[in-house]
């Protein structure tokens, strides 16, 4: 069966600081991988997914995952955080692309 | 250009009483989504249809919940009778297809059973 950890309930960095936000996963095949941005009060917001044509995905708002096979991982990356950025992310898998499951999330806080 | 717009944005009711929560996806997405979110289970996806088909109904928690797309611009999720444990932000979701995994949210209905 499908599933993704997201290590960490809550990360908290100061703004310009770099964000790393952990994901791994599990799938019997080869898996679409996804990362989704919730902000308070609002429904899911669709960062970027990875589908099998490059390892390293660029999504929205300056954020990028790398997917690594051999450690089950798709990491979700910032360079320099923003305020804005604070909001809650969630690691997500599917195997088909249809049906999508989505971690516990990670809470982003940025410190000023 | 309208996002998926649910109804209401928050009910607040009492044990036994019906729910129904409503749903109009975007318009020219064939693929709507039913997922739940509570702080102790995180995001569960209830139901999926595609083109107004029920496909995977699996995490449909009870049969008290029931869902129906009769068109498709319309779908409805019920509680019938609701109960507190079903008190949690009920998201509606649309794809322009089934597998393209890019999912457009509803802002949800957040359900405060007494």
């Known amino acids: 069966a499908q599933s993704v950890t997201q290590l960490g309930s809550h990360v908290s960095v100061s703004e310009g600081a770099l964000v790393l936000l952990r994901c791994n996963y599990s799938?019997?095949?080869?898996?679409?991988l996804f990362w989704y941005v919730q902000y308070p009060n609002q429904g899911l917001q669709l960062l970027l997914k990875?589908?099998?044509?490059?390892?390293l995905v660029k999504g929205i708002n300056g954020f990028e995952a790398e997917f690594k096979k051999s450690e089950t991982s798709f990491h979700l990356t910032k360079p320099s955080a923003h305020m804005s950025d604070a909001a809650e992310y969630f690691c997500?898998?599917?195997?088909?692309?249809?049906?999508?499951?989505f971690g516990s999330g990670t809470r982003l806080s940025i410190r000023p | 250009d309208a996002g998926v717009i649910q109804s209401p944005r928050h009910e607040v009711t009492e044990m036994g009483q019906e729910v129904t929560l409503r749903c109009k996806p975007i318009?020219?997405?064939?693929?709507l989504f039913w997922y739940r979110q509570t702080m102790m289970r995180g995001l569960e996806l209830l139901i999926y249809?595609?083109?107004?088909?029920?496909?995977?109904d699996s995490g449909m928690p009870e049969d008290r919940f029931s869902a129906k797309m009769p068109n498709a611009s319309f779908s409805t999720l019920k509680i019938q009778p609701s109960e507190p444990r079903d008190s949690a932000v009920y998201f509606c979701?649309?794809?322009?297809?089934?597998?393209?995994?890019?999912?457009?949210f509803g802002e949800g209905s957040r359900l405060t059973v007494l």
């Open positions: 979701a649309s794809s322009f297809t089934l597998n393209t995994g890019e999912l457009f």
């Open positions: 799938s019997s095949v080869p898996p679409y």
């Open positions: 990875y589908t099998s044509a490059a390892t």
């Open positions: 997500a898998v599917s195997e088909s692309a249809s049906k999508i499951i």
């Open positions: 318009s020219g997405h064939n693929s």
């Open positions: 249809f595609n083109n107004n088909v029920p496909i995977d």
